[in-house]
T-cell receptor, first 109, second 117 residues
Framework: GQSLEQPSEVTAVEGAIVQINCTYQ??????LSWYQQHDGGAPTFLSY????GLEETGRFSSFLSRSDSYGYLLLQELQMKDSASYFC??????????FGTGTRLLVSP | GAVVSQHPSRVICKSGTSVKIECRSL??????MFWYRQFPKKSLMLMAT?????????EQGVEKDKFLINHASLTLSTLTVTSAHPEDSSFYIC?????????????FGPGTRLTVL
């Protein structure tokens, strides 16, 4: 089977740094993506890693280790608007995405 | 760029009726479109992959006769839920990709919340 495991919930305060981990086991792997989804809204693309290492995009960074089947999303300088669900997703081939279980991030003042 | 729209955003229907959901790529041609289903506070589950001009590829466990997908043009894909039942109530989300393979980003529509009474 295919599985992507994430913590179910993470809490943090404004201005803090938080890391959301993702471990995966899939039949194919072309890259790891991260998406943000606010309640009732559509997933929005945050970042993509095809190769090992760190990708930085503003306050968000994403890391991938293919040998460990592991990645994480790092959110810095947290803001209230960052409260949302975050999903990792593996491109298993032909653009098919398998999504992780999702992590609900709660940012408090 | 890369905007995807869905219509309707919400729909309520009676059990036994059919509902059509449209997914459009507004500013690009989508070689491939995908349909997902999401239950409350759960992850997105891929239902099917739709390529323009060819039959959709359904994921295991998804009834192709119940969830009819048509990808008639490079900017439009439709999902029809036939003979809907309350257990079909869910959030349906489409996404579109500019390429047919590789590592391109998928662009998601805003979703359609279906409630079957």
């Amino acid at each position: 089977g295919q599985s992507l495991e994430q913590p179910s919930e993470v809490t943090a305060v404004e201005g803090a740094i938080v890391q959301i981990n993702c471990t995966y086991q899939t039949s194919g792997f072309y890259g790891l993506s991260w998406y943000q989804q606010h309640d009732g809204g559509a997933p929005t693309f945050l970042s993509y890693n095809a190769l090992d290492g760190l990708e930085e995009t503003g306050r968000f960074s994403s890391f991938l280790s293919r040998s460990d089947s592991y990645g994480y999303l790092l959110l810095q300088e947290l803001q209230m608007k960052d409260s949302a669900s975050y999903f990792c997703a593996v491109n298993t081939g032909f653009q098919k995405l398998v999504f992780g279980t999702g992590t609900r991030l709660l940012v408090s003042p | 760029g890369a905007v995807v729209s869905q219509h309707p955003s919400r729909v309520i229907c009676k059990s036994g009726t059919s509902v059509k959901i449209e997914c459009r790529s507004l500013d690009f041609q989508a070689t491939t479109m995908f349909w997902y289903r999401q239950f409350p506070k759960k992850s997105l589950m891929l239902m099917a992959t739709s390529n323009e001009g060819s039959k959709a590829t359904y994921e295991q466990g998804v009834e192709k006769d119940k969830f009819l997908i048509n990808h008639a043009s490079l900017t439009l894909s439709t999902l029809t839920v036939t003979s809907a039942h309350p257990e079909d109530s869910s959030f349906y989300i489409c996404s579109a990709s500019k390429t047919a393979g590789g590592a391109d980003t998928q662009y998601f529509g805003p979703g359609t919340r279906l409630t079957v009474l």
